[in-house]
């Protein structure tokens, strides 16, 4: 018994000598985020990016089972921004969503690493308050989940297809896992290293959920107000104008001809979220990129932060990107067409004829000065949403 007690106090005072492990390992940790992400990363203190103030008008909420969880869509922001997600080490998902344009692009077409995509890139701002929960243009993503590791895998954009025995995703879990700082970031967000697809997926749509735009001219005015069809105090008179034109359906005549109410706007893009119908079709433009149909389009982003408050574009619209503002609201008020058209949205084709709004130049003025009003400051610059490698 004697010899016993003597070990175990030799033993406890040897280990008193030794640093705490715990503390060793906490500190290798921190200096391989420091070389990677300099200051940019702090691993004890982590961005907020699970309990941000939402608006309490807005109440859309897609989030589904996929809380956000600081250390998740920490990961999230580093994956988004890593270029190895590509063969190549040139494409992350930041090179087509890109913080300077409300996470878009200003391109028609995105370089990929074996070519172009083939629709423009959507915007992702406020993604997580759609009731529309599918992704991509022809929403052939259940989720965003499972939207989130299809470009990493398609062949033209980031290359990880597996195509002509080519490298696969199990390709990119092996280098991800290789990378000593996804080992810190995954052993402090899930107390292991594995990575799989399902957390990547899980991850990057964390982040892509917490990027939200509820600092416009439009939230100030829709915080005081009632509802959104009362008047703003803080807008002009032009754009509590647009924003009426917005809102209110049109009444048309026949031949759809529009005699009286709005431009209709609201009935696909519902307020205070401005998201995209679910029920919603095509609306109207069926080519492609390259030439084509494409009739199966029919979702759409948020319209918030469709441009700056000072009227630049953050990028161009449509799937195609062939249009600029003035271009979609001409589209809208005339343009549309139903030639060879499947699919077309039957709000664009008011008693079997397709609508003409017959709008006035002082009401496109207005619809544009209203859009103006959706664009915050915020998504631009907040370092949460930030590249935060080094180089």
């Known amino acids: 018994m004697r010899t016993l007690l003597i070990l175990s106090l030799f ?21 391989i985020v420091s070389e990677t992400f300099g200051s940019n990363i702090n691993l004890d203190q982590l961005p907020n990016y699970s309990s941000q103030t939402v608006p309490g008008y807005i109440t859309r909420n897609n989030i589904g089972g996929n809380a956000i969880v600081n250390e998740k869509a920490l990961i999230g922001r580093v994956l988004f921004y890593d270029k190895n997600l590509s063969t190549s080490n040139t494409v992350a ?21 074996n070519g172009t995509t083939g629709r423009h890139s959507m915007r992702l701002v406020n993604a997580r308050f759609a009731v529309e929960a599918r992704f991509f243009w022809d929403e052939r993503a259940a989720t965003l989940e499972a939207q989130t590791t299809q470009p990493i895998q398609d062949h033209a954009e980031m290359g990880f297809s597996g195509q002509n025995g080519g490298p696969a995703l199990a390709d990119l879990l092996i280098k991800l896992k290789s990378k000593e700082y996804y080992q810190v970031l995954f052993r402090k967000a899930y107390n292991n290293t594995d990575i799989t697809e399902a957390k990547l997926q899980e991850c990057l749509a964390q982040f892509v959920r917490s990027i939200q735009s509820f600092d416009s001219k439009y939230d100030a005015g829709r915080a005081a107000a009632p509802n959104d069809g009362a008047p703003f105090a803080n807008f002009t008179a032009q754009e509590n104008q647009g924003k009426n034109l917005f809102l209110q359906p049109p009444q048309f005549a026949a031949g759809g001809l529009r005699t009286g109410g709005g431009a209709g706007c609201g009935g696909c893009h519902r307020a205070p979220e401005f998201d995209i119908d679910p029920n919603s079709r095509n609306n109207g433009l069926i080519t492609k990129i390259g030439g084509g149909t494409d009739v199966a389009v029919t979702r759409a982003p948020t319209l918030r932060d469709v441009m700056r408050a000072d009227g630049t574009l953050n990028g161009p619209l449509m799937h195609t990107g062939a249009l600029d503002v003035a271009g979609m609201i001409n589209h809208y008020n005339g343009g549309v067409t139903a030639a060879g058209n499947t699919n077309l949205d039957p709000r664009l084709r008011p008693g079997g004829s397709v609508q003409n709004l017959q709008l006035t130049q002082a009401e496109k003025d207005a619809l544009v000065a209203f859009l103006k009003t959706l664009s915050g400051q915020q998504v631009y610059t907040d370092t949460r949403w930030s590249n935060p490698f080094v180089n």
């Open 93 to 113: 998902c930041a090179s087509c969503h890109q913080q300077s344009h409300a996470f878009s692009d200003a391109s028609i077409a995105s370089a990929g690493v």
């Open 11 to 31: 033993a406890f005072l040897f280990a008193s000598c030794q640093s705490d492990p715990t503390e060793v390992t906490s500190n290798e940790e921190k200096k």
